[in-house]
């Protein structure tokens, strides 16, 4: 088969183009829509050709950079090198990225991925002027078969004033049927409920719509996605793991579950792909996940048995992940869909279906509130991502960490969070090596004591208890108490000395 | 008429006893969930009586008190006095009481009010022994008809082993038809979609449904809710409403909003007030209120004509707003709906109808993360209450304040908050009466510039001007520049000096 095979529709076949002539539409300044969420189904060409207008022509070009999330080295990584990024929304990984953001040099907007179509729908963002959406293949009547995620991509093909595809033929063409692209969003007053009522249901179509005469450029690329490996999965995260395994089996116990669980939402990162391998050998069966990305510990679960369905918005997999998802592509289209962000995430969606929900996090401090995106309360990481989405809206919300970063020069558990994504009320189960801490029901004070007892490392706890004890006794008020003089001094001391250990 | 008509339960009406035998019935340390919301609707006999047992008696109790949200001196005030209250959720308004939690001597769980009724029903709080609440009348099949707050009587009338009854013939029994009672709510994974699209749209009952068995005790009141004043609007206040109707005449003229704008909710506090008596005003018309409570405000604006409807969980009115609201009941009957505190608050339904929130706040940071419930970072002042339902799924989510409390000797624009109730993300506009900070759309640098230029009072702008600068030059991340030595360091020298002011 050829790359062209996968146009099927002849109007949009005329509009094939080089990456080049493509990229040379994007004018300097304006907004571009593009597609891809965790290093899954961004364009991979056309960014590329952009970054060579600046560091080969020498132009002088920025624009402003939307996604579903984090892409990969060749969009991210090409234009935060080439420096055109001046402004980007609303997730990035991306080293060089970060590292721009981090010097001032990104405007970067990091928001609830559930967010964002709805408030660009509503019009808070301004024009968006090019879409520029990677995709598996198009159909005779001009229909887009999505790639390996779904993201902001519906959003950005309705509402920019012009379209150009990449047609990625290393995406395998049985993808076809794995999306669900539900068209029944309003601008309020006139939205209605999201029918979806389990994680397995399908709400939409499977292709994206596109008017053909927006499209003004169609790119043909064979190009793998980034697949970032997972880093091996550690003694502490298999520790992390068996703790959570404990609670759920504490849980079932106490009857507030079944054993087939409630549907899994696991975040990014190594911990929370560690805590899936932990799901392998518990006791729990017919699992489903409602989750926002599909890591290679879902595959694992989904090869086993144990999972019977995932929904995301997109693939988050290995090389070896993408491979395996490719080669067993058959066993697994019944089993995984991908859904548009603003459904994955879907406050109400994820509320309805009671998600219990699994994500990493920078710090947290003693009372619970939970700091998932600035180091020492400045230096973005990543971003909240669904987070939040999830968070707020789950029936068990939990957060995962090492008790200590950075060969334990920083505590992971602190007296109080340099940055707060997450309220102590969205923060209901804490969990590291050292053990876990079951926060509901439970008052500030006592918050503090199960947190400090249970989850900080012992190099740490004896400074928290002291800081604890002394708040206690000549804090402002005693809800939470705290000293203000000293809440903050070991991100100060880090920052001075490296470490936040006296 | 006399009292006892109002039980038209032959069942029930054999149950009537009186406060003392009933309150007699609670025993040392168990939880008792009590109606009551924002000054309306709690029971005023039994607590009292059992404030007697203690301060008369001189009997060791002490019980873990639920409610719907504030009550008012007859109970959250006699038990506080009576030191009757060991544990306490979700919100409370109540001097004494605040003061006890201050003091360490209430442990008290500020939740979100929309988490309450879920995770009560998902077994996370243990089991609710005894329901006390306030009704209007009891009809002769034995069902309930609510009084001035609905809140989370539903639930604790379902959960609790056996439930106590205060009918009140204070409340107008016109009220009978006047609240919707949605028993469509499961357990996930039973959980459907709401089926809620207006704020004006019917979903349920009139009337609680409730076991008779279960009911051991039925009290006849005649006793006037709380209805505390509010303060007569100021100019700081009116002057922070005409910015907001400037914001909402700019959004129209926009197309982001018509002249019916979209449903207003409004939250509780002096501030908020005023808010509403600005719309009187302004150039909008048949709007409609999805809210938590009905303030004065609401009645002026559905008297003029402004408002077509309102929907919340409670009234809270002035005497004189009692006494209006009562004169003209026929008149509000068909206007005014109250719902379980669950549906007026759900995520669900806030992000469909597309609420424009308008909360008041202790202050905001430079960034835009707001303190709703701990002044300099421990001393509760109320709680999140329903802010964080509303804030995080609002079309527009604004927070209102004047830029300085206690005579100037706060500056309510600090560097960084000293408690985070509402994230940056969920704070789209700002405003004092300095003037308004649109923040939608701005990553954090662009944000601190608009709050300090727009929102911060000319005595603390200079101090903050250079904070903001100097945490530009020196701070460890570029995303938002901090320098925690500093930064909470105003909050220090309040704690220290009484002033924020050098
Ligand atoms: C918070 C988050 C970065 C943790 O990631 P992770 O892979 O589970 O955790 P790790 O322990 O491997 O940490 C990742 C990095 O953060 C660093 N880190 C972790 N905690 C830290 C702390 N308290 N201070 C400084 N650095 C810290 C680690 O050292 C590591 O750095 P490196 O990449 O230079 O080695 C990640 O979960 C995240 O970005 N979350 C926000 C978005 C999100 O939750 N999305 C899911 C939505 S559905
Ligand atoms: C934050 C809140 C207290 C503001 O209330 P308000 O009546 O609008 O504002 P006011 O300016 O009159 O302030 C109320 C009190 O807080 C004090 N206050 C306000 N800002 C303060 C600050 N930064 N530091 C210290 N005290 C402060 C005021 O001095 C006043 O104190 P007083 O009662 O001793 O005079 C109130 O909105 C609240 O409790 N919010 C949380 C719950 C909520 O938002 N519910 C709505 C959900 S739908």
Same sequence: chains 1, 2.
Avoid at 145 to 164: F, H, L, M, Q, Y
Avoid at 266 to 286: E, R, Y
Avoid at 325 to 338: G, H, I, P, S, T
Avoid at 413 to 418: F, L, M, N, T
Wanted: hydrophobic share 40%; glycine share 8%; charged share 25%.
């Amino acid at each position: 088969m050829t790359t062209s095979d996968r146009i099927k529709n002849a109007q949009l076949r005329a509009k094939v183009m080089s990456a080049e002539d493509a990229a040379a539409l994007i004018e300097n300044g304006e907004i571009v829509g593009m597609s891809g969420f965790t290093g899954s189904g961004y364009p991979k060409a056309l960014p590329k050709a952009l970054a060579s207008r600046i560091e080969d022509a020498g132009e002088d070009l920025k624009i402003g950079l939307w996604t579903g999330a984090s892409t990969g080295p060749e969009l991210d990584g090409a234009l935060a090198k080439a420096n055109a990024i001046v402004s980007r929304m609303p997730y990035n990984s991306d080293p060089a990225g970060r590292d721009r953001i981090n010097k001032g040099e990104i405007d970067y907007l990091d928001m609830h991925l559930s967010h964002v179509a709805p408030m660009v729908w509503e019009g808070f963002f301004g024009k968006l002027k090019t879409a520029v959406i990677e995709i598996t293949g198009i159909r005779e009547d001009g229909s887009l078969i999505p790639a390996t995620s779904v993201g902001n991509n519906k959003t950005w093909i309705d509402c920019a004033e012009r379209v150009i595809l990449e047609v990625n033929s290393w995406h395998d063409e049985r993808l076809e049927g794995m999306h669900d692209i539900y068209y029944g969003g309003a601008l309020p007053p006139n939205r209605v409920p999201i029918p979806l009522v389990s994680a397995d249901g399908k709400i939409g179509q499977t292709t994206f719509r596109c008017d053909p005469h927006k499209v003004v450029g169609v790119i043909e690329t064979f190009l793998p996605d980034r697949n970032a490996p997972f880093s091996p999965i550690d003694e502490t995260s298999r520790t992390i793991a068996g703790h959570l395994m404990d609670f759920l089996e504490h849980e079932m116990k106490m009857g507030r579950l079944t054993d087939r669980l409630l549907p899994l939402q696991s975040g990014v990162g190594n911990v929370a792909n560690a805590v899936l391998d932990g799901l392998k050998d518990a006791p729990f069966h017919d699992l489903k996940a409602y989750t926002e990305v599909l890591q290679d510990g879902m595959l694992d679960l989904l090869d086993c048995g144990k999972l019977t369905f995932a929904s995301a918005t997109a693939l988050s997999l290995s090389p070896e992940g993408a491979e395996r998802f490719r080669n067993n592509l058959e066993f697994y289209r019944d089993k995984v869909l991908l859904r548009p962000t603003e459904i994955s995430n879907h406050p109400e969606v994820i509320r309805r279906l009671g998600c219990i929900s699994m994500n990493g996090m920078i710090e947290a401090d003693i009372y619970g509130n939970v700091n998932s995106s600035l180091v020492m309360g400045s230096k973005i990481m990543n971003g909240i991502g669904g987070s939040g989405d999830f968070a707020r809206n789950a029936f068990i919300s939990m957060f995962v960490t090492p008790s200590t970063a950075k060969g334990g020069k920083i505590s992971a558990i602190v007296p109080q969070a340099s940055h707060v994504d997450h309220i102590t009320q969205d923060v209901q189960v804490l969990i590291t090596e050292q053990g876990l801490a079951d926060l509901r029901g439970l008052s500030p004070k006592k918050r503090a004591e199960k947190i400090i007892e249970n989850c900080s490392h012992p190099d740490y706890r004896p400074m928290l208890r002291d800081y604890y004890e002394r708040a206690k006794r000549d804090s402002f008020g005693l809800q939470t108490p705290s000293l203000p003089s000293e809440s903050l001094s070991w991100h100060q001391r880090f920052i001075e000395t490296g470490s936040m250990l006296p």
